[in-house]
């Protein structure tokens, strides 16, 4: 190890010692891509710009706008809804800041309302738009983070507020009374990130934004909306879903780009050991490898440490041993990335690393401070971990220490992946594939933002899906990013948010158009028969005292709050979703690199007690997920293939929880949980097929697992092609022989309570999906399976076993049967 230099290191330089780490027969870089440097293409400032907002940008050293920044400034200027679709670091921000704050300066009644996904970004925004320092613009942010005492000036008096959907959602349009002054002059609404309103929550959102159109109508405004969307597949038509309104795309990015080095990264096999073990006594399985674990959960130690029974080794001194040859395993990805963290620093690099989950974002920062404090005391201070749960002053204060270069490297969640202006970044480290093409490169396009060269490095994960993706570098490098899909007319999102429309103003017969036409008719009529609303003269009138209950993001509930037994401090939040995973009775939870033992889990008050502990163990929680069919709503009989529509029960439930040695994985021991069940009750979508009929197409008993898997990933995947969902939005489940089928069977359901209509659109066109998904299989060039047919970047077994050749075999018999014509 070596002290850090006076002058950092360049990407090219850095990537030629991070190379150095492997050996010549054995480099763990398998790809180096060349992203080549652009020159940008300037545009005078637009005529109507006022002279106080260009003097402001050009004190901040904004001399001219590129050219898409002016075009999409105008289009906003003219009154067109635009959306502005262009790669990280090409200041989309300006494009919206233009127009936006020269309406505030020609027109002192006017009104800008910025909507951005986290609460970091609008913090982000709201110290750039201060640092112009125009007069009587007054930004603030409007979130959960803004004290009571403040929300109310922030009402009367802030001309630009920064807030999010959620806020909006839940404050600002349940209470628009108090917001008619502010909404009577709104001029522009700002969407940044808008491709991250996607799915479910994106439907959600959608009505959100035609609910605040329909509010500020009521108080006589029509503003103009300004999207900011990351480089995706049709961004006019995902952002006219958005917002229900014509939007024009501008997607030439003419901005300057310094040029990017990606190297894609295979950790290193370790050296093959062998254990001495009595020659008859230890059976082959008590001895492997250890897993990985699920993403929020990653042990410190995974896949270099061995399991061993203890018990099964205690023989009498008089047994032969002999040598077992371990099976070879790769170094874990995150003892890798904090390694290249490590080595980034010391090299001088400023170096951001992005990591799946929020317990790795945590042991990727404690492994790299303490290998820096070993190198040169203190500088393990130089480096912190960021993630969601923090308290807002913890989150504010790493954000400033990372501008200011305080800080030199930063393991986070993908909390950081948007806009937030990270200048100074020289490297980004991305501590496997993060699901989908375009978070990777919003991840890559952190550094770099100077203008200067970067290093982007994606680090494998050691699964089928990094690894295939670590020596298939086509699959990542020269293929367009997906589109965001989401669907407004979905009747499991439009009913809910027609509740929440009527509780804040009655429904007329012209808002139905606003949010659907028929499909909100429909929905409206439903409701009405359902009681939850109640028809008068007037329109339709939310029928209960309180507020419908409608989560966006579907969370499953308040945060459970994090909080030290002895000294009553709140450490931070865990969000319900995770909290049986990671704050049940025992478990270690990582806060900002100091461990603590959780005493109690009290899920009625959301509250986990815990204390300071830095124990020598892990602990990994166990669950068990089950799906068992409720009722079945439609079926399809076809001889030995059956297709059914119905209501299912998926069950999860942390049943234990497992602590394990800190360096040697060894299980101390296993301990059981006593938690609830967890029920999602939704509509699944399922075919089943005779054991006979699979064998008749030549797929064996053995074969069944991987065959029925590998059709279960692929209708996933090609399901958004046909129902207009999110991959994210749906689950899957395939077994070889289900007890409530009695037969072979795959299971695709709604990911969301209740169902969300994909299932319901699965089912209505299933020749056509599963012929698509039939064909994407047989199409693809790939041997054995790839993430573009048979792989998924969510499966939980880790995309094993799969069995792409006797896929198309099970897809084949499923389809003649459904078509005899075929």
């Keep these: 190890m070596q002290c850090v230099t006076s002058t950092a290191f360049g990407p090219a330089e850095l990537l030629h010692r991070l190379r150095a780490r492997g050996t010549a027969e054995a480099s763990p870089i398998t790809h180096v891509e060349r992203v080549p440097p652009r020159s940008g293409r300037q545009a005078p400032w637009p005529t109507w710009t006022d002279p106080s907002v260009r003097d402001a940008f050009a004190a901040a050293g904004i001399l001219a706008p590129w050219e898409h920044q002016a075009s999409a400034a105008t289009l906003a200027w003219e009154g067109k809804h635009v959306v502005l679709a262009t790669g990280t670091a090409s200041g989309k921000s300006l494009a919206y800041q233009l127009p936006a704050l020269s309406a505030l300066a020609t027109d002192p009644k006017a009104t800008v309302l910025y909507l951005s996904p986290t609460k970091a970004l609008a913090a982000d925004q709201l110290r750039a738009v201060a640092r112009l320092g125009l007069d009587g613009v007054r930004p603030a942010t409007f979130d959960g983070d803004t004290p009571r005492e403040e929300r109310e000036w ?10 999010n959907p959620d806020m909006l959602h839940h404050s600002l349009l349940p209470g628009h009374a108090r917001w008619g002054v502010f909404l009577r002059r709104l001029s522009y609404v700002v969407i940044d990130e808008c491709h991250t309103y996607r799915g479910v929550f994106g439907s959600h959102v959608a009505h959100v934004l035609r609910r605040l159109r329909r509010a500020a109508a009521r108080y006589g405004s029509a503003p103009t909306f300004v999207l900011a969307s990351a480089t995706s597949g049709d961004p006019a038509g995902a952002a006219s879903r958005l917002t229900g309104l014509p939007v024009t795309e501008v997607t030439e990015d003419t901005s300057p780009r310094g040029g990017v080095t990606f190297a894609l990264w295979e950790p290193p096999l370790l050296p093959q050991s062998t254990l001495s073990v009595p020659a ?45 040859e371990l099976p070879p395993i790769r170094r874990s990805a995150l003892r890798e990335t904090a ?18 989950s929020r317990r790795g974002a945590e042991v990727v920062a404690s492994m790299t401070r303490r290998a820096l404090d070993e190198a040169v005391p203190g500088l393990g201070e130089r480096v912190a971990a960021y993630r969601a749960g923090y308290l807002r002053e913890d989150r504010r204060a790493i954000e400033r220490a990372l501008l200011s270069g305080e800080l ?132 339709f009138y939310w029928t209960h005292r309180g507020r419908p209950d409608v989560d966006l993001r579907g969370t499953g509930g308040a945060p459970v709050s994090v909080v030290e037994s002895s000294t009553g ?63 079945v709503r439609s079926y399809v009989d076809a001889g030995p293939v059956g297709l059914f529509l119905g209501e299912v029960d998926v069950t999860n439930q942390v049943v234990s929880y497992q602590r394990r040695r800190i360096g040697t994985g060894e299980v101390i021991d296993t301990r059981p949980l006593d938690l609830p069940v967890r029920e999602l009750r939704t509509v699944a979508v ?56 009695e037969a072979p069977t795959v299971f695709v359901y709604d990911g969301h309570p209740g169902g969300a209509g994909f299932a319901e659109r699965a089912y209505a066109v299933a020749s056509e999906w599963l012929q698509a998904t039939r064909e ?27 069995d792409k050749d006797a896929a198309v075999k099970v897809l084949d018999t499923v389809l003649v049967a459904l078509n005899p014509h075929l």
């Design 280 to 324: 008859q006594s230890v059976p082959a399985q008590s001895v492997s490898p250890v897993s990985s674990g699920s993403d929020d959960s990653p042990d410190p130690a995974d896949a270099e440490s061995l399991l061993v029974d203890a018990e099964s080794l205690s023989v009498d001194a008089e047994s032969l041993f002999v040598d077992v």
């Design 686 to 741: 399922w075919f089943t097929i005779s054991p006979e009929a699979l064998v008749r197409a030549g797929v064996e008993p053995s074969d069944f697992p991987g065959a029925l898997h590998a059709a279960e990933h692929a209708g996933i995947g090609l399901l958004p092609l046909i129902a207009t969902c999110d991959r994210w939005d749906i689950g899957g489940l395939s077994t070889a022989g289900h007890a409530d089928t």
């Design 408 to 539: 030199l490297g930063l393991a986070s969640t993908n909390a950081l992946e948007l806009g937030v202006d990270l200048v100074g970044l020289d490297a980004v480290l991305i501590c496997g594939y993060p699901g989908t093409r375009a978070s990777l490169w919003q991840q890559a396009g952190r550094a770099g933002r100077a203008g200067g060269e970067a290093l982007a490095v994606l680090i494998a994960r050691d699964d089928p899906l990094d690894t295939y993706l670590v020596h298939h570098p086509e699959a990542v490098f020269g293929r367009p990013v997906e589109a965001t899909v989401l669907d407004p007319a979905n009747p499991y999102v439009l009913g809910p948010q027609l509740c929440c429309a009527a509780s804040e103003a009655p429904i007329t017969e012209s808002d139905l158009e606003l949010f659907g036409g028929p499909a909100a008719a429909a929905a409206v009529q439903a409701l009405v028969e359902e009681g939850a609303l109640r028809r008068r003269p007037s329109g």
């Design 154 to 163: 922030v009402r009367q008096h802030a001309r630009f507020v920064l807030t």
């Design 569 to 631: 401090r709140l450490l931070g939040t865990v969000d319900q979703g995770s909290s049986h995973a990671m704050l049940h009775t025992g478990a270690v939870h990582l806060h900002q690199g100091v461990s603590y033992i959780v005493d109690e889990l009290d899920l009625d008050d959301a509250i986990a007690l815990v204390h300071q502990e830095e124990p020598d163990w892990s602990t990994h929680a166990r669950d068990v997920t089950n799906l068992s069919v409720v009722n």
């Design 776 to 802: 994407a299989i047989a199409a693809c060039v790939c041997e054995a399976g790839c993430p573009a047919c048979v792989q998924s970047p969510k499966c939980g077994n880790g995309n094993n076993p799969l």
């Design 339 to 356: 390694d290249l963290l490590t080595d980034a620093i010391v090299a001088g690099t400023r170096t951001l690393a992005f990591i799946r």
